[in-house]
Structure formats: C-alpha cells, structure tokens
C-alpha cells in the first residue's frame, strides 16, 4: 500500500474515516506516474532545437524527431518516464524494464534501416536481480551499459533469453551475431536510472525558463511563472487529436503568451518607443556610458589609502616605478617571443589573449588601468569584469545587465567595437562549474577578449598566452632608495621580492621589512592593526578561514562569523573594528579584501589557529594560505600534522616543517620512508614531494632519484616547480654534486638559475672543474644568479653565445645582471658577425638581456658604437632599440637614417616624437620616407597633404611603390577632396601594392571614403581581386568599429542585405579558386560556415588544397555530419579533424565522436588535447572511454592531464564514481590518474593508499 494513503480526514478532533476497502481505490500512484510523465513531456519540449519534433503519446510516453546539419536521415527518440522510486529499483525482471526492450524492438522492426533509441527514463535506482541473476554478480542494468560500450555481450545475451519475451525478440536475441546484438538493441536501448522526481523536475523547468528569460524578454519571476502555461501545453496536446506534435514554434507561442503583459495603449506606445533604443546596437555615447561604469564599478582596493602617513617622496617614487607601461611576454616553448602591452593586444590578430602573473604581480591593476586609458584615448570600448569572486555566467551577465536592463547581450558581445577585459579568469567558477567557463566562451565566440589569470589549465586553448613582465630591478632599487633614505639597501634576493608590485608599495609606504611575502603581510596587517584590539587579529582570521573553506565571500557571512567569533573572545563592534582597519570591504554584497595574497594569509593564519586540520585537506587552494601563514611564523600542531599523514603527505610535511626545530612527527617519516620504497613511481612522487616540502635532509638523495625516475618516465609534474627551493637546495649542494648528470639535472640547473643567489657561483665553478657539468651549462647558470660576471664565467661567454644562447632567459628575466649587458653591448658587433650562428634566434636571446638588464648606461654604449656595426647587427639591434622606447628610438634614427641604408626596417617603422621637422624632410630626401612622412603627419597632422600630393605621379599605372600614396595612411583625417584627386589617377594596370595604399588613403576621408569603396564594390563586385578585396574588407570593419553603421545592399527579392554578408556569399558561392575562399575565410566564420563545407564537399577531389580551406577555418568550423563523413574516408582530411573543429567538439554527437576516435589516420593524443576544454557531462560515454584507453597504452602524464580536465564538469560524486570504476585500481597509472584528476578540480579526492575520500 502506498505511503501516501490517507486514512483520516476533516477536523483532527472529529476525523471522517475512509473505509478500508476504499483506501486501495487512491490512485496517487497513478496520478504520480501521470504528473511525471507530463513534466519529462515537457522538459524534452523545452530541450528541443530548431527543426526537431516532439510526438506526444504517439511512439512511447514522447518520441522526439531530431534533425541534424548536414545529416542523411533523421533520428527517431523515443522515452518511456516512470515515476517508480516507491516500488524500489528495477532490474532485468522488471515488467516495464522488459516492455520497454520489446517497444524498442518494435520500433525497429517497423522502421528499418532507420536510426531508432529509446530511454527509459525512471526515478527508481538500478538495483540487482533476486530470480536469476547474472553469474558474475553484476547488476544486470549496469552490463547492459557496459555491453553497450563494448563490453562483453554473452551474459546478458544468456540473461535476456530466461526472461519471458515475445516469439520474435528472442529469435533475435538468440540468433543475432555479437554486433548486430550490441548496435541494434543494447546501444539503442539507454536506462537513466535514478531519475529526478516530479517536483525535482518542475524545479528544473522552470529554472531553465529562467535562464532562457533574456530570450524571452521577461523577469525571472515571470519566466518562473510561464511553467504553468507549458504544463497546460503538454497536457492539452497528449490529450488532443493527431498529430499530437509540439516543436520550437510552438514553445515560443506558448511563452509569448505566458509573459506577456495586458497594458494601455498609450503606455504601450511610451514604452516601445523606449525599448527602441536599447534593442538595437547601442550607440557610442551609450555604449562608453556602460564602459565607464563598469571600470568604475570594478575598480580595484588601493593599498595607498591605507597608509595616509606615508611620506611624500615614498609615494612618488612608488608612482614613478607605477607609470612604466607594464610589458607582456609571448610565452612560446620555442623560438622568439614578441613583447608587447596591453593596450596594444586589442591591435593583434587574435582576438584572445590570456596575461598570466603570479599572486601580487599587478595583473588586477594593469588590466584595470589599460581599460580605463583605452576608454579614454582608443576607438576600443572595454567592458571591464572583474570574474574572481564570480560562480556562474549569469553572474557576469548581471553586471551588464543591472547598468542596463534589456540590453542585447549577444548583439553586444557581437559588436565590433568592444572588447571584454575579464580580470582572474583563473578564478572565475569553480572546478565543478568548469560548463560556466565553456558557456562564457561560447558567447564571447567572436568577442576581442583580454583576461588576466593565475594560472593557465588545458581548457584555455582558446587563448594567446603572455606573461605579465615584473618592474626591472634598476626601478626598484631606485625606489627603494629615494623612499628610504639612510636605510642600507636591501640584498638582491629581497630587490627580487619588491619587483612584485603589492610587495613593494608595503615595503615603501609602512615600515615593513621582510624577505618573505608572508611576513611581509604579516607586518603589513600589523601595522594597520597597531590602534585596534590585538585579539581581533585571531577573531578575523578565523572568520575568513570559515568563508574561505565554504568557498564564498559574502560580506553578509563575513559579518555573522565575525560577530559570533567576536562575542566568544570578549569584542564588541567586530564590524567597526573591520571598518577601522580597512582591508576588507563591502562590494556588491561580497567581501574586496585589499588583495587576495593578504585574504589567504588571513584563512592561513585562521587554519592553523582554528581546529579544522581535517577540513583543509580537501579544497588544495588552502596550500597557498598554509605557506602565507608559515612564512609569518605561524607553527601547526603535532596533532594536526600526525593526523594528514594517511590523507595528504605533501600537507601533513609542509605543516611539520612549519615546527622548526622540534622532533619531526614519527608518523610522517616512517610514512616517507615507505612511500619512497614504493614500486609505484606516483607513490614515490608524493613521498619525495614530501620530503623536500618537509626539508628532511636524510631522504634529499632519494628524492632527487625519484626526479630522475621521473625524467626517464617523461612525467614531469606541476607540483616540482616549487617543491625544490634553492636556499634549501644549498644546504645539500654536497649531495647535490654527487647526482649531478643524472635524468633531469637541467631541470634542477634552471631553477637554480631563475631563483638560486651569488652563493652558487663557487659551487657551480667547482662542478664543472669536476666534469659534473659543462662549462658553458655553469657560465649560464652563474649567470642567472649573480648580478656580475664572475671571473672564471668570462672565458665561457661566447660559447654560451654561440650555441646556447637560450641559457640567457633566467638572467633576462630576472633583470638584474646589469654587467652582462654592458659585456654584450660592448662587444654586440663581434658577436653578431663572427659568434653567433647565422639566421638563429641567439640575437634575440642577446637583445632580451639588454632589454631586460640593460639601463640608460648600456643603451648609450650601443648608440655610441652604432654607425660602426655592420648592416646585419644594426637591423636586429633595432628590434631591441624599439622594445626599449623612447628617447631611445629617435637617438637611434638619427645615425641611423642620416644616410641612404635601407635595412633598418624596425626602427624605421617606429614613430618618435623627438624628431624635428628639418631631420624629417632630411629623412625623406635619403629615402627614408616612410619614416619622415610619419614624423611630419605626427606633428602638423592634414596640413602636410598639399605637399604629399605635389610628389603623387599624374598616373597610378604599372607604379609598384608611391611613397606619399603609401603615407597617407598616417594622416588622422583627410579632405573629400582626396577621393576624386586619388580615384583621377587610377590607369591600367593598377599594382598590388598601389592599390592596396590607394584603399588605404581614400579611407582618411572619414566616414566618406568608405561609402566610396562600397559603391565601387557593389557595382563591380567581381572587380578587386580577392587579396586587395580581403584589405577593403578589413578597413571595412575598422570603419565600422568607429561609426556603428552597417551599409546594405538591395537585391532582386531583398530589400536590403548587409554589404558584408552579401560581398561574401557572392564571391565565394560562385568561387571556383582554393585562393578566394582561404582569403576571405577569416571573415565569414560567423555568417557562412555552410559555403565552407559546401564548397569542400564539391571540390574534395583536391586534397592538398582543401587542406588549406580548412585549416583556414581557424577550428570554428561548426558540426556537418557529411562532411565529417568524408573527412573521416580520407587519411589526409581526417588527420585535421581535430584542428578544424577544435572549437566545436562540444557540439558533436556521441556517436561522432566515437568514429573519431576509432579512426586510425587521427592523432589520437591530438583529438585527446582539442576534447580536454569541453567538459560537457552528456558526453560522459567519451569520456568514460577516453579513461579506458588510458589504461590500455604506456602511460603519458599529458593524456592523464587530457582526460581529467574533460572531469572538471562533473559533480564530486560522480568523479568519485568514475575513479571507483576505472581500471588498473591503485597500479601506478590508476594513481598518476587520479592525481591529474585532482589538479584539475583543485580538490583532493583519494587519501595516500588511495582509498576514496567520499567525505
């Protein structure tokens, strides 16, 4: 009897009681299943895309005709929903489990040849047969799922054939062949067991409504509301007359009505005429209104308010170092990265780019300042959102949305004018929210966006990534001494600390001195605290190790946490206290503290106050607030320590170390020992880690052989970076020099090089007399080290010159071997004519360190040598003049241009404002035109034009190169007149680079010239050959960025089309050349993917150059099933498939994915990377697959990184359901596994012997 019978009724005091027999006669079970029915009815209506169909109790409970682009036939889904959790689970022998095996072989039957599925959807849970069970225990509904894999199919087939089945079903499953079995029947037949409930899916309804309320154009409540009219909708048509079908066109009626709202006309009118202005594009001034209140809204906590006693001259200096134009480096494995700035990114080709820096490096403050600089001197309108404390894409949205409601979020991130600066990406959404992330990207498709991170991970493929530059020492030395005049200068190791920018501006503006970035906000904290309760130290830490442990910063709970930690300790007014000091403030109901470095020293400091050593383990961002708060002095307890060692060795080793000096806890040695005694190299990792995390000097030897294993094993964990700690290091440089050359001593060398000190340079001079070494391998690192040249260093110079030249980038990254610079900028013509290789990058690596190293002294050397170096060295010598700045590039131009040369092609194209109009005009009589006409259009702006049209030729004809045609281009704005004096001059035949300036300088008349070129492409569309077409195109949308106006064009039928998409369609629909759509590819990606893949589908007989087409696409090429098709027959189009579509594999259905990765011709490790950004859950059979495979090759640590960032969209749970069930259960490769796992979810999920923490 049900649970939900009622026996009473009517008032408690004198209830009417129900007869007996008449309690059996309550149909709640019924009517449950009904309800359900119809709330699975219309969660698949809401599901459905344009095109596809929903049947109504025609085919099963639903039926849904799903069409996709590009596909042979349709596909035929239907689902079966029961509402079975109070009958238990089902199981094989389940009346409604075998009534739906026969419906779907039914359906088959009835429809053959076509693609039929069926689901049977039910809340109850799979559980195991009683009456004849399967021979190996497993519950009967899992090895249907795993037979469906490719697992084997004899048991359930011998399972199937004991139940009570239909004549005809059990022919076929008797008689079928294995495979025919498994894709006709097991593979087609899907049990979602463990269903949501009714209510759970009315819930779930109406909050997709909700998500969808901006499509709709109504509130939240309003969406949440129109689930009633969609209930109505289903039960009305289920109930109706044939053909009982429900699509997209239906729903959106259906909603329409629900959220429309009954209102006089003549407000109707006022508000229409409202929403006008906000539907379509927004103009400029509203546009920049919505720029300047995000900036302002964004705008990041100073640490300069904090200190109002702080000194004049402190806070000068600070300024000075401030105003330098933070630098960003190309991060590139190989070859020569570009530096560049900020403001100049939203200049580059990509239209990504990711800034990494490490805590405290400015990244928030670069980003903030170059957005509000561009805003107010760019065309570029940036939208700043700063994402850090942010959980979802809706959240994001808000902040647009909330500045102006009704706004055209997709038709803003579309516009050409805008660019997306989005500050902690790294932090933006949690692990277990990674979708959040995917579903920002899909709407920033074809958005310009900058972002600033912590961190990169494998999901950022999308991106360009630079690292953000830190202030050369020169600066900060300079700094340090004017803000502190009469202190001694701190050591090197501490200069190096204060490059990071928040670290610096405590150093100057307080009395803070320390050679940790823990203790330094120790101080920091202190000094702010030095007129409030001492007590409330402890009180706030603890409070903000709660939040941060609930993963949340609301200002809300902060307070709550604070008051009640508060009256326990004896406070009053904890919120005035936290008012007082400062460092923490409300915004937007969520807690800015000053930065987050002082936020994770505040949980640090709580964590190891507080008793929750267990709770830690788990979240791994806790690691970087225990080494904050360890660097301060703070100490853990022996309890805490002996209690992780099962759990987290690594943790239990860096808190023991914490101890200084007292007996090492037992527990934690006996466990290293036997950790590094372990077969399984990713146990002996950990083990090792722990070692060096803990400074136990009796397993250094072991540890460095474990990094040795690890090296031969070519697995290079992330953890090793900061595991090896050069002062650390010192102490064993005796142990250290006696493995030196084995596996993986480069790795060792670098990191002595990027952070060891001047004390190394003995030791490394010693290792290479010993032959441990090379000689040239010490120079380089001493090199790094030491803020000279050290006198046995200088007989190696030039052999690290000439064929290690890379070995330089620790010095130039740290900026302060100024001595190097000077060497290489004294001898910079002999080692680029007689040392270096020629045509190698080594001269790069040489300008990097005058760059880098180099102050106003070295560039002065350079320039007084410079009209003696040869052609050769005064070219690439020019690249670092450029990088290098001004005043520089106009001292330089001058000996440089003086005479007639012509290979100063970098500092010739840069522009000084130090150059006087006589040297211009000198300038353009050598022939350097370029160069003077820049200066002169720079200084006198359109004034010059009557000159520069006084040196044009009467006829443009058969001329390749016109100097003051080429110039124009500079001119800020030019007279209407220029069009027809420009256009009179055109003749036959036209050059290519003539006609491209041409286009160039008739685009100065502004708006006008545009208009011009327009009207000449729109009569003689076929007239410009495509390369110069391609450059009327991109000047076209440059003219539009400014202007926000589109132009169309009429055809027969059409009103109006917008020139872009008409110009395109027309030439690459009547292509017939590989050249015209490679070109003009980068511009029809978000209007015309179908011509792609049609136009590879006509001419795929021509391999090697739709290998071009496609690889044009840049990976936006959307899903086509016949394409796919085609390029999976063909070994040398398949081989792309994973570049191609790399930004649409989200969009793939199972079964294409699956093809791709039983295709031989595609790189499998490739098709792994581009999969590792989506983390879709309705791919889960891929990945499950993708874990198996892992397992059945040599591992590869990279593949294991692959497949666990493709987990990152999964709940706990299910992650630890899909660990449990992998293979190889705690082997090596099963531990390296679930490791990457947890790196990539940023949570601990197995204890040390790999049990799991389901806790």
């Known amino acids: 009897m049900s649970s939900d019978s009622v026996y009473n009724f009517g008032d408690p005091l004198q209830p009417w009681r129900v007869p007996p027999e008449d309690i059996a006669r309550q149909a709640t079970a019924s009517l449950r299943g009904y309800i359900y029915q119809i709330h699975a009815s219309a969660a698949a209506w809401l599901s459905l895309r344009p095109g596809d169909e929903l049947y109504l109790e025609v085919a099963e409970d639903f039926t849904e005709i799903l ?172 109930l109706g007359p044939g053909p009982r079908r429900l699509n997209r066109d239906n729903l959106k009626s259906c909603l329409e009505r629900a959220t429309s709202i009954a209102v006089p006309s003549r407000i109707a009118v006022s508000f229409l005429s409202q929403l006008s202005r906000t539907k379509g594009a927004l103009s400029g001034e509203d546009l920049r209104g919505l720029a300047e209140s995000l900036i302002e809204a964004g705008m990041p906590p100073s640490v300069d308010l904090l200190f109002p006693e702080a000194k004049r001259e402190a806070r000068k200096a600070l300024m000075r170092v401030f105003a330098v134009e933070p630098r960003l480096t190309e991060m590139l494995a190989d070859g020569a990265p570009l530096s560049t700035t900020i403001a100049k990114l939203t200049e580059h080709t990509d239209k990504k780019h990711l800034i ?272 904050l708060a360890i660097q301060s002095g703070g100490a853990a307890r022996e309890r805490d320590v002996s209690a992780m060692v099962t759990e987290d060795i690594v943790l239990s080793a860096l808190l023991d170390a914490s101890r200084r000096g007292e007996r090492p806890a037992p527990a934690l040695v006996d466990s290293i020992k036997l950790g590094l005694a372990d077969p399984r190299l990713a146990v002996r990792n950990r083990a090792a880690l722990a070692a060096l995390k803990g400074g136990r000097a009796e397993f250094f030897r072991q540890a460095l052989e474990v990094l040795s294993s690890l090296s031969v094993a070519k697995c290079y964990p992330h953890e090793w970076d900061d595991a090896i700690c050069p002062d650390k290091l010192y102490i064993q440089r005796a142990t250290l020099a006696d493995w030196l050359g084995s596996p993986d001593t480069g790795f060792v060398l670098n990191v002595i090089a990027e952070r060891g000190g001047p004390e190394w340079s003995s030791w490394l001079k010693q290792a290479a007399a010993d032959g441990r070494i090379t000689w040239a391998r010490a120079a380089a690192v001493a090199l790094g080290c030491c803020a000279n040249i050290p006198a046995w260093v200088s007989p190696h110079l030039d052999t690290v010159f000439a064929s290690k030249a890379w070995w330089l980038r620790a010095a130039a990254k740290r900026r302060s071997n100024k001595s190097l610079a000077e060497h290489i900028a004294r001898e910079y013509g002999r080692l680029i004519d007689s040392v270096i290789k020629k045509n190698s990058s080594a001269w790069f690596e040489l300008n990097r360190v005058l760059t880098g190293c180099g102050d106003d002294s070295v560039f002065q050397i350079l320039l007084t040598s410079f009209a003696s170096l040869s052609p050769e060295a005064q070219e690439v010598l020019g690249y ?80 390749h190169d016109i100097p003051s045609l080429a110039c124009m281009r500079w001119l800020p704005e030019a007279p209407i007149t220029l069009i027809d004096e420009l256009w009179r001059r055109l003749g036959s035949p036209m050059q290519p680079k003539a006609m491209q300036d041409l286009l160039n300088a008739i685009t100065r008349v502004f708006p006008q010239g545009m208009v011009h070129i327009v009207k000449f492409i729109a009569h003689q569309p076929d007239a410009l050959p495509v390369f110069h077409l391609r450059q009327a195109l991109m000047l076209y949308e440059d003219w539009h960025k400014k202007t926000n106006f589109d132009f169309y064009v009429k055809t027969e039928g059409c009103e109006g089309y917008p020139f872009r998409e008409w110009i395109l369609r027309h030439r690459m629909l009547n292509a017939a050349d590989f050249e015209t759509m490679r070109e003009l590819l980068p511009f029809s990606l978000d209007i015309a993917p179908d011509i792609v893949a049609d136009f590879v589908l006509r001419h795929f007989e021509h391999e090697d150059r739709t290998v071009s087409v496609l690889n044009a696409m840049n990976g936006r090429l959307p899903y086509h099933d016949t394409l796919l098709e085609r390029m999976l027959a063909s070994p040398v189009l398949a081989a792309l498939i994973p570049q191609v579509f790399a930004e649409r594999l989200d969009e793939f259905p199972v079964e294409a994915l699956q093809k791709c990765m039983d295709s031989e011709y595609i790189d499998q490790n490739g098709l792994l990377f581009r999969l590792s950004s989506k983390t879709t859950p309705a791919h889960q059979v891929v990945h499950e697959r993708c874990m198996t495979r892992l397992f059945n090759v040599p591992p590869r640590l990279e593949q294991f990184r692959y497949v666990a960032s493709m987990l990152r969209g999964y709940s706990r749970e299910e992650v630890l359901n899909l660990i449990d069930a992998a293979p190889c259960q705690h082997q090596d490769s099963w531990f390296w596994f679930v490791r990457s796992v947890e790196a990539a979810r940023g949570e601990r999920l197995i204890n040390e012997d790999g049990s799991l923490r389901r806790y």
Request: aromatic share 6%.
């Open 67 to 238: 069409r996709n682009s590009g596909a042979l036939d349709d596909i035929l889904s239907a689902t079966q929903a029961k509402d079975t959790r109070e009958s238990g689970a089902v199981t094989l022998n389940s009346p409604d489990v075998l009534a739906a095996i026969e419906s779907l072989f039914r359906l088959r039957v009835n429809n053959p040849g076509r693609v039929v599925r069926l689901v049977f959807l039910t809340t109850s849970l799979a559980g195991k047969e009683r009456k004849d069970a399967l021979p190996s225990g497993t519950v009967g509904l899992v090895a249907w799922g795993e037979a469906a894999k490719g697992g084997d199919v004899g048991e359930l087939r011998a399972a199937l054939l004991k139940r009570t089945l239909s004549e005809a079903l059990k022919i076929f499953v008797r008689d079928s062949s294995d495979e025919q079995f498994r894709n006709e029947l097991v593979r087609s037949m899907i049990f979602a067991c463990g269903a949501p409930d009714w209510r759970e899916l009315d819930a779930s309804n109406r909050q997709a409504l909700i998500d969808m309320r901006d499509e709709l154009q109504s509130t939240a409540d309003m969406a949440h509301r129109a689930y009633n009219a969609v209930f109505c909708d289903v039960i009305a048509c289920a």
């Open 356 to 627: 990494l820096g490490q805590p405290g490096s400015g990244k928030t403050l670069a980003l903030w300042h170059a957005a509000k600089s561009l805003l107010a001197s760019s065309t570029i309108v940036p939208l700043y959102l700063p994402a850090g404390q942010v959980a979802s894409w809706g959240e994001l949205e808000a902040m647009i949305t909330d500045i102006i409601p009704g706004i055209d979020l997709p038709g803003l991130f579309n516009d050409p004018r805008i660019c997306v600066f989005v500050d902690s990406w790294s932090e933006f959404a949690s692990a277990s929210q990674a979708s959040e992330k995917a579903r920002a990207l899909r709407a920033w498709r074809n958005t310009r966006v900058l972002a600033t991170a912590k961190f990169a991970d494998v999901g950022d493929g999308a991106f360009k990534h630079w690292r953000l530059d830190l202030p050369i020492p020169e600066h900060i030395k300079r700094a340090v001494a004017t803000s502190t005049p009469g202190e001694a200068l701190p050591s090197d190791a501490v200069l190096d600390l204060l490059r990071l920018p928040l670290l610096l501006a405590i150093h100057i503006l307080s009395d803070a001195r320390s050679t940790t970035i823990g203790d330094l906000l120790r101080q920091f904290h202190e000094y702010l605290m030095r007129d409030l309760p001492e007590r409330f130290t402890d009180v706030l830490a603890g409070a903000v190790a709660e939040l941060s442990l609930a993963g949340t910063r609301s200002f809300g709970r902060l307070t709550q946490a604070l008051q009640h930690r508060a009256a326990k300790a004896g406070l009053e007014n904890p919120v005035r206290i936290l008012k007082s000091l400062g460092t923490l403030q409300e915004r937007a109901g969520l807690t800015l503290p000053v930065h987050d470095l002082y936020w994770s020293w505040l949980a640090g400091h709580g964590y190891l106050c507080d008793d929750v050593a267990c709770l830690t383990i788990n979240p791994l961002r806790t690691r970087e607030s225990f080494s």
């Open 880 to 959: 670092a003049i450029v990088e290098k700045g001004a005043p520089w590039i106009g001292r330089f131009q001058r000996v440089a241009l003086a005479g007639i040369d012509t290979h100063h092609h970098q500092l010739a194209d840069a522009l000084s404002p130090d150059i006087d109009d006589e040297t211009a005009r000198q300038w353009i009589a050598a022939g350097h035109e370029k160069a003077g006409w820049r200066v002169l259009i720079a200084r006198h702006g359109v004034e010059v034009l009557p000159k520069m049209l006084t040196e044009l030729p009467p006829s443009f004809a058969g001329l």
